[in-house]
């Protein structure tokens, strides 16, 4: 145990308050959020000293304990912390403390007001331990621990039946994603030998060349070169987290949970674990051309679909929704073109403005939820709104100026073929384009027309009068999230050079993909088409809100591309016509058919048939041929008794004869009465012909 | 102290005998039960001795007590545990107060006979799982039946008399073949019925082929795999509690700890000649298991189902043939005898409130009964194998163990636990999400202390298996490692078993 160990706390001490609240159970009641903001502010003061110490001293390990051995399978949990940890953990506990403390006041009067605060703290907890393992088991179970406490907080309101159904689905595309990633780590172990990443990612260059042969099996002759394939199906399993097309239909799903939880799950955890899985197996993963131009391909795909779809939305939360799908897709789209720093940093800058941008929609969804006391209102949102309008230009512009700048412009020849540099160069405008859109009409549809579809019922006026719920906690925490973000994120755009070369040891990238040339190498033509172009959707939106024109007015939704996205590509239609229904039905079909009608009768139908063959037994043999002949021995042996008294006249023979003979008879009505139909019987008949095959088949061989 | 730790398994074996004998004798229902209890919590302490003081390093038998029984046959008293059955004893003797505990109020007529039962099952249990003579082991092989028998006919659901001839029937199949099996052994193998002198011998290959058979297919009844399982979601969901707690919780695993005690270390060749044909078939039941508890609505059935899939990890990780598929399997067994366990006395918790079965009847439990939600949702995500769980771990090393025989076994098997995912969520969700479907269910009372009490250490075990079964994973370390060299140094020369390495 070194000086380092203290860094410990920074998971243990959410998973300690998660623990106390669970156990203290309703003692707590409505004072949980002081145990949960206590620990997880405590456990940002720490993520800042490892901070510190990272940018002093860099990477350092600290190990935990031995989690299990078997045979050359050995998994020690340790916590490896370098400067892409450390940024994250600044990210995780700090959107997580503002949650919790916004949650303090938002879930007032909720009945479970514990259990949240228990479950946000283990969610938390999960997601500092992902960015935090050293090892890809331990990064797993984090993963699958922060899946199921996001089911939980999607079923928070469980007397809804679709928050159940949410829940549910989300953990299950989730599940199905997820088997790619423990495949892909199970490859990796076959591959390796360990499932530590750090020496994983130090052996990867040299196994480049290594080849399994995937059908020994069959005799066969596949081989197959693992670490070309292992990025694969790492990437599944990052796909489903990150709400990937096609795994992305769950996320806005997961809007059923209470807002704070969406802005943790959208900003801080969850969704982020896939790029950060990305970045952090960056060493392993650029070694496959192919598993980088296919994530590219998926995060182009669905940066593109979901913004498209985020336009058509009406429903707010759809919106936000599909705008944070778009946006972690340009971040995996930014990682499969081996711009990793990109995807860190839009990670974070992504992260804060998300976070603000779900607290405010949260206060906004507050005050016009029914049956909500207003009280005395304050128009907040108004005075802030041309800086929010500045959080959302600034957004739109980071991908452009960090993506189309001097160091990664050449990475658009990332495949060689320049038609495909020019395709990648039009998709990624065209979603700049796409993106700064609808972050305007997110930031006018919230604050100008307001939340109109969410509750229908309630008709239009809600908003106007009574916009914003101000607590003065809740107030000044938004303004204070929102100056944050804008510091950072103006800082970091000031430092990007030193950003860059901060992050640059933890990717270990080769030279070829990133070089010490950064923003200052002058604004290309690319850089200043892309700012152009972002600047013209963000425009483009404003004119149409202030022209008052409703994208999703009747005439649009006769267009058939228009409903297309407007029912979101109907994914979960295709989803439940074409997996979930048949499997249920398949699975129905196999019990009553398969399962009871065959297998079951089948054995039935060996258990009757024995016992009609007893029955058989029984009234053919037995009482027909053996009772027969024993009663016929028996009469024969009168008759001849007779035939004997007749020729010789031995008096006591007969008597004997005679006494025999009724024995016989009597022993087989006593045996026909005794002969019972009863289990015992059919048992042993079972038994006895078992004995049989089984003793013929022995002897037989 | 000697008289115990000299004999310690003769004690295991004697005390539940014992709280039988010293039962006839009590009258009040209160006290029958406590007494019961008392026995099996002897019993489980003796079973911590047992643990605490066997030796990791060793991999051959421990605590080995020997003596004539019937000389003419060389029929002896041997018991002994190795690393690979200690598990399963402490499995066993930890079970067993559980489910006294959770028939407590749920058995109201006859308590004396059915406490007796429990006791008597405890007991030939843990002689089955320590026996080192065949002969011993096959008499109390059979006898665990009996009991089992009698408490579905007799305490059983509605339809118990199908089930509890289903049961036997079956299981006197397997014994059958058992019977066979040993018989087999003891004529080849010298006669004698000392396990580990049968387990040092080479068989010829026929021999080996022929009572391979016989024994696969006695354990695989008992496992129950695929096409033998039709009398497990009967048996299971129409016994008592108690009763599918016991079942499910341990006697199935008497399949899978003869696959280890006899099928490996006796035939390897006919072991590695079946594997592939075997594992299939696993990879086939956990599918299969999988779609017929999606397909249930019988909460019961539905966790009688997903046994059987579960089951199917514990043969493919034996028949992979390396420590890590071993272990897994080991661990899979004494996980699911956790899980599943806990499972069924959570339903029998909800079916002594209502005594209703059918997952339509209940909904929105999450309002009456919130603690009793938090525990089921513990065990249902423990019961497909979320990372951080017990059945994790178990799942995960079988399928490290799988990777070095077959990639689309792996990948199909992932399938499995997939599945698993589904019907258990789907099953929470009906069940404690969303609103009560029925008017008696929105108002039920939430866990008792003794129900509490009958929970939690399942609770704890799930949680501390699932983050730190080191200790576990090293009790059984050398016995395994032991029996796969053994196999590995028989089969070197077998072409069957390079192929599928």
Known sequence: MDAMAIFILIPLLPLLASLILVLGGRRWGEQSHRIGISAIGLSFVFSVLAFLEVLRNGPFTVSLYRFFQSGSLSIDFSLFVDQLTVLLLLLVTGVSSVVHVYSSRYMIGDPQYNRFFAVIALFTFSMVLLVMSGNLLMLLVSWEVMGICSYLLISHAAQRPSAGRAATKAFLVNAVADVGLSFGIILTFYTFGTLDIQTILAQAEGMQEHTINILGWMGLDLPIYPVALIPFFLFIGAMGKSAQMPFHVWLPFAMEAPTPVSAL???????????????????????????????????????????????????????????TISQIGFMIMTCGLGAFVVTIFHLLAHGCYKAFFFLSTGNALRSVEPGHAHGEQEHHASQDMGVLYGGALLLALLPPILLFSGAYENLWVVTGFPSAAIG????????????????????????????????????????????????FVNGSILTGLLVATLVIGVLLTLFWNWFASFLAPALALPGVWFHESPVDAGLSLWMVVAIGIAIAGWIYAYVQAQSGLQIASSVNRNRRLYVFFWNKGYFDEFYDAYLVNPTIQFSHWLWRTIDMSVIDKFIHSIAIYSVHFARWLWRVVDIKGVDRMVMGIGRQSVGAGHWLWQVVDIGWLEQKVNQMGSQADTAGQLLQEVEPRTLQHQILVMILWLVFATGLLYILV | MDILMGHIISWMILVPFLGIGILAFV????????????????????????????????????????????????????????GISILLVILTALLCPLCVLCSWNAITTRVRAYLSLILLVEGAMIVVFTALDLFLFFMLWEVTMIPMYFMIILWGGPNRNTAGIKFVLYSLTGSLLLLVGILGLYLEGGHTYDLLVLSEQTYPSTTQFWLFLALFLAFAIKMPMVPFHTWLPDAHSEAPTAGSVILAGVLLKMGGYGFLRFCLPMFPEASAQFAPYILWLSVFGIIYGGYMALAQSDLK?????????????????????????????????????????????????????????????????????????????????????????CNFIGEFLVLVGTSYVSFPMVLISMGGIVLAAAYMLWMLQRLALGEPSTKAAGVLPDLTTRELASVIPLAVLVLWIGLYPGPLMEMMDASVTHLVQQMAASQSNIPALTAIR
Do not use: C
């Not at chain 1, 598993?291 to 979901?306: K, P, V, Y």
């Not at chain 1, 990648?424 to 405008?429: A, E, M, S, T």
């Not at chain 1, 065209?430 to 939340?451: K, Q």
């Not at chain 2, 209890?37 to 489980?44: K, N, R, W």
């Open chain 1, 424 to 471: 990648f160069r039009v998709i990624g405008l065209i979603t700049v384009f796409v993106v700064s859109l609808y972050l305007f009409r997110s930031v006018t549809s919230l604050f100008i027309h307001g939340p109109k579809t969410y509750w229908p019922s309630l008709g239009q006026q809600g908003l106007q009068a009574h916009s914003i719920r101000p607590q």
């Open chain 2, 301 to 389: 059935k539905l966790v009688a189902y997903s046994s059987v899939s579960h089951m199917g990890f514990v043969t493919l990780g034996i028949f992979v043939f390396n420590s890590q598929g071993i272990q897994g399997a080991i661990l899979q067994m004494f996980n699911h005898g956790i899980t599943t366990a806990a499972l069924f006395i959570t339903v029998g918790i909800l079916y002594d409130r209502t005594h209703s079965r059918a997952i339509s009847d209940y909904g929105g439990l999450h309002k009456p009964m919130p603690k009793f939600v938090a525990f089921f949702f513990l065990f249902s995500v423990a019961a497909f194998g979320l990372p951080g769980t």
């Open chain 2, 27 to 82: 009258r009040d229902g209160e006290w029958i039960r406590r007494i019961a209890f008392g026995s099996t919590m002897v019993e489980f302490f003796l079973s911590l001795v047992l643990w605490r003081s066997f030796d990791f390093t060793q991999q051959g038998m421990q605590f080995v007590e020997r003596m004539e029984w019937m000389p003419t046959f060389n029929i002896q008293y041997a018991v002994g545990v190795d």
């Open chain 1, 265 to 323: 799950i959208h900003a801080a955890t969850m969704v982020n674990a896939g790029p950060f899985l990305l970045v952090r197996l960056s060493p392993l993963l650029v070694l496959s051309p192919y598993a980088m131009t296919f994530i590219a391909i998926i995060g182009a795909t669905t940066a593109l679909f979901a913004g498209i779809v985020s336009l058509t939305q009406s429903d707010i939360k759809k919106i936000l929704a599909y705008s």
